[in-house]
């Protein structure tokens, strides 16, 4: 399996268009805080890096950006190769289809964190030239939690584009699909049903700004919910893919 997920990770970084959504989240991250820096009202209460850093690693802030990208760069790891017919040399190795899949999508998920791990650089570096480096320990603890906030998110709706690239073998589709879910997330109808709905929970961070979105969720609820629907994205992209005619 760790081969497998080496020659998984060589293939997405040998393609040419591998470091542009990086290097577009980098650019991004600098771009922002700059703008924030000299035309931002609320300046003085940012008083060190970590203090931005907490705003602007979940999904309100940078995070968003690291979600939509990682969509873009992993949204074809499945599609491309039926659409390339490479598929078919992948499936003749001594590999089971099920170690393909696990492996691809691990891939989609180390891609997930390296983009995670480069919005908070970035926003580290650009952030501590304008606001100041330092910070107290529990700012730091602050920092980690919004920004493991922010990797949920982003995996959440890339777990769910990586299903539907494997369901409909169309990586303009799945990117499609995973963009424009993005979009849904900051929609909330009051109504029971709704807080059973992927939307209103993708987002972790509003319980430490706005609180609930909808009366009696909780963290913990919104953590069940998500797991639950990764497990039916991951479920049925595993199922087709192992299932599916290549000839």
Do not use: C, H
């Amino acid at each position: 399996m760790t081969r497998l997920i080496q020659n998984e990770w060589l293939k997405l970084t040998k393609k040419r268009s591998f470091w542009i959504p990086p290097l577009m989240l980098a650019v991004i991250g600098a771009g922002v805080t700059f703008m924030l820096y000299k035309f931002s009202t609320n300046v003085a209460e940012m008083d060190s890096v970590t203090v931005y850093l907490a705003g602007m690693l979940n999904a309100s802030g940078l995070g968003q950006f690291v979600a939509i990208l990682s969509i873009i760069g992993t949204a074809g790891m499945i599609a491309q190769e039926y659409a390339q017919g490479t598929i078919k040399f992948l499936l003749i190795r001594s590999r089971s289809r099920g170690q393909i899949f696990v492996s691809k999508y691990i891939v989609a998920v180390f891609y997930t964190l390296m983009m995670t791990l480069i919005a908070g650089a970035a926003l580290y570096v650009s952030g501590g030239i304008a606001f100041g480096f330092g910070g107290t320990a529990a700012e730091w603890l602050n920092v980690l939690q919004q920004g493991a906030y922010g990797f949920v998110y982003a995996l959440v709706y890339v777990t769910l584009t990586f299903m539907v690239g494997a369901l409909t073998r169309s990586t303009g589709v799945a990117i499609g699909i995973g963009l424009a879910s993005t979009m849904f997330s900051g929609i909330v109808i009051f109504r029971e049903f709704y807080k059973y709905v992927l939307f209103p929970n993708a987002d972790l961070s509003v319980y430490g700004t706005m609180g609930p979105p909808i009366p009696g969720m909780t963290v913990g609820f919104s953590l069940i919910v998500l797991a639950a629907y990764m497990a039916l994205f991951i479920a049925a992209g595993y199922t087709v893919f192992r299932r599916r005619d290549v000839a």
